[in-house]
Antibody
Framework: EVQLVESGGNLVQPGGSLRLSCAAS????????MHWVRQVPGKGLVWVSR????????RYADSVKGRFTISRDSAKNTLYLQMNSLRVEDTAVYYC??????????WGQGTQVTVSS | DIVMTQTPLSLSVTPGQPASISCKSS???????????LSWYLQKPGQSPQLLIY???NRFSGVPDRFSGSGSGTDFTLKISRVEAEDVGVYYC?????????FGGGTKVEIK
């Protein structure tokens, strides 16, 4: 069974940093591209970042470019999102998601990030 | 960025009755490989989104056949032939032909 379990969400002050993790199991993690997508509770879905299978190619939404870094560790079957210079508007539930081809197939349960003073 | 526009905003449906959701994209989602990259997701209350339909009309593994997708180019539709209580939640369309991935604003489906 495919499982994606996010962790690392927390309450942080503006300007602070957090690192989110997404532990993958039930599939060959190193064979899949992965994304991060966020959602303000009660609002819509917003794409954040994408990484290819070996981590050599990454892309970011303009709103997080230069502040967030996506990475992966295939030995640990884990996807990461390093978030620096956090802003109030980064407050959201962050989901990791597995991609096959052009479709986003499976989503984790999400981890809450709250940026507030 | 490709803008995805969903209608209606909400639907109240009697169990056993059909439901239909429209999604329009600001650009064609037809790729040079001949495929059209439009997907539909359902986010049930308190859960993460789950894939229902990919490439316009392909049901994902385990998705009941009462769900169907259609459309081409920039106009797409999700249909539920007979709504069941477990179908409540928010439905989103998503384009994946280019980054950033973009989503429709969502359609909330509730049971009468």
């Amino acid at each position: 069974e495919v499982q994606l379990v996010e962790s690392g969400g927390n309450l942080v002050q503006p300007g602070g940093s957090l690192r989110l993790s997404c532990a993958a199991s039930g599939f060959t993690f190193s064979s899949y591209w992965m994304h991060w997508v966020r959602q303000v509770p009660g609002k819509g879905l917003v794409w954040v970042s994408r990484i290819n299978t070996d981590g050599s190619s990454t892309r970011y939404a303009d709103s997080v470019k230069g502040r967030f870094t996506i990475s992966r560790d295939s030995a640990k079957n884990t996807l990461y999102l390093q978030m620096n210079s956090l802003r109030v508007e980064d407050t959201a539930v962050y989901y990791c998601a597995r991609v096959l081809g052009y479709r986003v197939e499976f989503w984790g349960q999400g981890t809450q990030v709250t940026v507030s003073s | 960025d490709i803008v995805m526009t969903q209608t209606p905003l909400s639907l109240s449906v009697t169990p056993g009755q059909p439901a239909s959701i429209s999604c329009k994209s600001s650009q064609s989602l037809l790729h040079s490989d001949g495929k059209t990259y439009l997907s539909w997701y359902l986010q049930k209350p308190g859960q993460s989104p789950q894939l229902l339909i990919y490439e316009v009309s392909n049901r994902f593994s385990g998705v009941p056949d009462r769900f169907s997708g259609s459309g081409s180019g920039t106009d797409f539709t999700l249909k539920i032939s007979r709504v069941e209580a477990e179908d409540v939640g928010v439905y989103y369309c998503m384009q994946s032909i280019q980054l950033p991935l973009t989503f429709g604003g969502g359609t909330k489906v509730e049971i009468k």
